[in-house]
């Protein structure tokens, strides 16, 4: 965006001073300290100081980096000097300054290039690494395009990206190159920034990756065959380096230091309705009957900008919604909840209490000169509250905790890149401890500080709930507040498409619970799309239907009986996997396992697993091919090693290749890995009457002797009371020994009051046996059978 021109940049050379520190070395290099500090064993921070001096605290990204204490060697030479952990070690050249990171083995996890190991002109730097053909770039959150980013430059500024007002960004809908025409699928920048860069070889299947803790404009350039660099326009270098070598190892120490997506309530996971308009009470309340009517199972009805008062933030418009809080009721009698948008931006209107509040409060970001900034949202001149700032996070939590006790179960915050529309944002300023920051240091971190003080409200107002916020933009750790949804996507197959690797990606760098709009937001939908977009949501974290306004309608029913029935049918589907799709969830809120996860995550040294943009596994037992083009009648996938069952024929099918299947309009093809046991319920039309007497437990039959775990986890999906022990955990193993099968399983936690489960039945799939019930499903059971 504002790079200054490379040649002038300085490089550092000299290494003039070298001090032992706790957990590494600082240097002193020409007239910058650079230390190298390992957090982990497997995680090594490198800090570049401005003016000999560091930044304690670069971003709200990192919770907390002290793991105890690291055994570290240091071996200085005349010209190197070597610091390693049992996993890492770094080797850095005294003249000239370079330094190359190994794993304990020897392998590479990062080369500088000799005279740019690091080099700077003003606060901008860059840093160049060498990098082979044979090196994957995998991570950098929320892009376009497919896996690999080599080849790429990709920028790191959040951006509301169907604005044609930008931040010295081209942006423009008409335009030809693609990178600048956000109805494109290769458009960058997009809403949410998170600056973790993976680096994966071909060779050996070995995972590296960065995380550049900076809040700053960042960009990253993979377009060179052997080089990458990684530039910020402001902001210091705090870099963390991880070893891996598997994703998984390297997902698990990044959200050790930002955070896991905490436990989301089960209606979260359920069909949610939304669209932009103009709804009145009564209208949204005959949606909701509609769907009852026609037995379409949905969970949440949203209210988009409407229903405020002229888009003042945290006001109803009386004449569209006379008796919100009847309305709210109404709907939780026939088990939906509510959400409605909250933005940022706060309508500059003297008079209006929350204006004036945020104003002599004072707030609100100001100017260079110390005014309240002004930018423009949907209610015109609008002021930004300045949630760098404690107080003002405070503030809005406890706006939000007033506007949810209406009844409304959730928020969901638009617009916090912060998009400021025609109003140029650069003379905003932010205040953090009374200083006076430029807007660059923390735009990217908005979103995140704005779910930040939301998720602070609505937890101190119902202190026993689980709440839920959706947000756009968003920054490393954003996981620990919201959840994401990726923008104004188009009605169109490339997007949604383009919808799997973004998914996914976003999903490696920390952030699992995310979704694309269903149906597409820009543009009409049409027929076929709609129903395919339906059958992918039922296996997108999020599963949301939302739509622009203006265009035509696309309800699951809004194309006639035909497609009515297929999007029902995906619906259903989805709701028969909830208790897998909730095991899943609560398994990822403590270890950081993804959800809707790349082949790499679990195949990394399969290298057509490594790039494949085009399935994924949701959860580690269910393999998803999404229909991604109009008129499909057969699909080409790829199958990753091991056996596989075909969840319609229940076909066994070898693994390691790619296959071709039928595809036929009611189904997308899923595929089971051998050896995984699903737990399936009976279809309900709303997560608030989910309280199954019974689950079926799917087994699909392994085909090598082995033992296979899968985890079923229920407990009353609203409150934290299963963090201490309010739940039921059933660990259920298949064991095959010869012709022997052994399926057992163990019961932990201490159950919960609002549990009406009491049995099982047990399937099997790859074998023919009969049904078993298991008529205390509370405790251990063992089932064992031949074949
Ligand atoms: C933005 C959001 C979109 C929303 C609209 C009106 O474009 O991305 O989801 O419907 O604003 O609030």
Same mark, same amino acid.
């Given at each position: ?15 003039? @001073? ?14 910058? /300290? ?34 105890? =204490? ?13 610091? #390693?952990? *049992? ?24 080369? #500088? ?29 929320? /892009?376009?395009?497919? #896996? ?41 920048? !997009? ?9 994966? *070889? ?17 960009? @990253? ?69 509609? !769907? ?35 309305? @709210? ?14 933005? =940022?931006?706060?309508? !500059? ?144 197959? *490339? ?17 699992? @619970? ?77 270890? #950081?396992? =993804? ?106 039959? =392994? ?85």
């Amino acid at each position: 965006m504002k790079m200054s021109a490379e040649k002038y940049f300085i490089a550092l050379e000299e290494v003039r @001073f070298v001090t032992p520190i706790t957990k590494g070395v600082e240097l002193l290099v020409d007239s910058e /300290k650079v230390r190298f500090e390992f957090v982990k064993d497997d995680v090594l921070k490198i800090k570049i100081s401005q003016a000999q001096s560091f930044d304690a605290k670069p971003t709200f990204a990192v919770m907390h980096d002290e793991f105890g =204490p690291v055994e570290t060697k240091i071996e200085e030479t005349a010209k190197t000097v070597k610091v #390693s952990s *049992s996993k890492l070690s770094v080797k850095i050249g005294k003249s000239p300054f370079k330094f190359d990171v190994f794993r304990a083995d020897g392998s590479k996890v990062i080369a #500088s290039v000799p005279g740019a190991a690091y080099k700077f002109i003003n606060d901008q730097w860059i840093v160049e690494r060498k990098t082979t053909v044979d090196d994957v770039f995998l991570g950098l959150g929320e /892009k376009t395009g497919g #896996s690999d980013l080599k080849g790429r430059f990709l920028t790191m500024w959040n951006t509301d990206i169907l604005s044609p007002n930008s931040d010295g960004i081209a942006r423009d809908t008409n335009s030809e190159n693609p990178k600048e025409n956000p109805r494109s699928d290769m458009y960058d920048p !997009y809403y949410i920034s998170i600056n973790l860069l993976y680096n994966v *070889s071909k060779v050996d299947g070995m995972a590296s990756a960065s995380y550049f803790d900076n809040g700053y404009c960042m960009h @990253f350039d993979m377009q060179h065959e052997s080089k990458y660099k990684v530039m910020a326009e402001g902001g210091q270098l705090t870099e963390y380096v991880f070893a891996g070598p598997t994703i998984k190892e390297v997902l698990k120490n990044f959200t050790d230091l930002t955070g896991v997506m905490q436990a989301p309530p089960l209606w979260s996971l359920g069909h949610h309705q939304c669209r932009w308009h103009n709804y009145s009470q009564k209208q949204w309340l005959d949606l909701a009957a509609i !769907y009852r009517k026609k037995k379409i199972p949905c969970d949440t009805l949203w209210l988009d900008i409407d229903y405020m008062d002229e888009y003042r933030v945290f006001t109803w418009n009386k004449k569209q919604f006379p008796d919100r809080k009847k309305a @709210f009721s109404d709907l939780k009698e026939d088990g939906f909840r509510a959400i409605t948008i909250v933005d =940022p931006g706060v309508k !500059y209107d003297p008079g209006y209490p929350v204006f004036d509040e945020g104003f002599e409060k004072n707030l609100f970001c100001k100017t260079d000169g110390g005014q309240t900034y002004i930018g423009q949202v949907w209610p015109g001149r609008t002021a930004f509250p300045d949630f760098v700032k404690e107080s003002a996070r405070e503030w809005w939590g406890r706006l939000n905790a007033e506007h949810v006790e209406s009844g409304l179960a959730g928020i969901w915050n638009d617009m916090n890149e912060p998009a400021t529309g025609a109003i140029s944002p650069s003379s905003m300023r932010w205040d953090r401890d009374g200083g006076n920051h430029p807007h660059e240091r923390y735009h990217n971190q908005y979103g995140m500080l704005m779910a930040m003080g939301t998720v602070q409200g609505l937890k101190s107002a119902r202190p026993e709930y689980r709440t839920f916020v959706l947000s756009r933009a968003g920054f490393a750790g954003i996981q620990r507040y919201a959840a994401n949804w990726t923008g104004d996507n188009c009605s169109d197959w *490339s997007h949604l498409a383009m919808s799997v690797p973004m998914n996914c990606r976003l999903n490696i760098c920390g952030q699992p @619970f995310v979704g694309s709009d269903t149906g597409g937001f820009c543009d009409d939908t049409n027929e076929e799309l709609l129903v395919r977009w339906y059958q992918y949501s039922a296996f997108q974290p999020f599963m949301r239907n939302h739509q622009c306004i203006g265009n035509i309608d696309q309800y699951p029913w809004s194309f006639g009986k035909k497609s009515e029935k297929l999007i029902k049918s995906a619906i259903e589907l989805r709701y028969q996997f909830m208790p897998y799709i909730y095991s899943v969830f609560m398994k990822s809120t403590q270890d #950081s396992t =993804p959800i809707q996860t790349p082949l790499s995550y679990y195949w990394q040294d399969d290298p057509e697993a490594l790039v494949n943009s085009r399935e994924y596994m949701f959860g580690d037992a269910l393999l998803v091919a999404p229909i991604v083009e109009p008129g499909a009648k057969e699909r080409t996938l790829y199958l990753p090693k091991g056996s596989w069952y075909d969840f319609y024929t229940n076909k066994l099918l070898k693994g390691g290749k790619y296959i071709t299947v039928d595809v036929e309009i009611d189904k997308i093809p899923l595929f089971v890995k051998a050896g995984s046991v699903i737990p399936l319920a009976e279809v309900v039309q709303s997560t608030m009457f989910y309280q199954p007497k019974e689950l079926e437990l799917r087994a699909y039959l =392994p085909t090598k002797k082995g033992k296979t775990v899968s985890v079923l986890h229920e407990d009353d999906g609203i409150t934290d009371r299963w963090k201490a022990g309010d739940m039921l955990q059933t660990t259920i193993t298949l064991e095959k020994t010869g012709k022997q099968y052994k399926l057992s399983g163990v019961i932990d936690g201490n159950g919960f009051p609002e549990n009406k489960r009491k049995s099982f039945v047990v399937s099997f799939v790859g074998a023919d046996v009969a049904d078993k019930k298991v008529k205390d499903g509370l405790t251990n059971f063992e089932i064992i059978f031949d074949n």
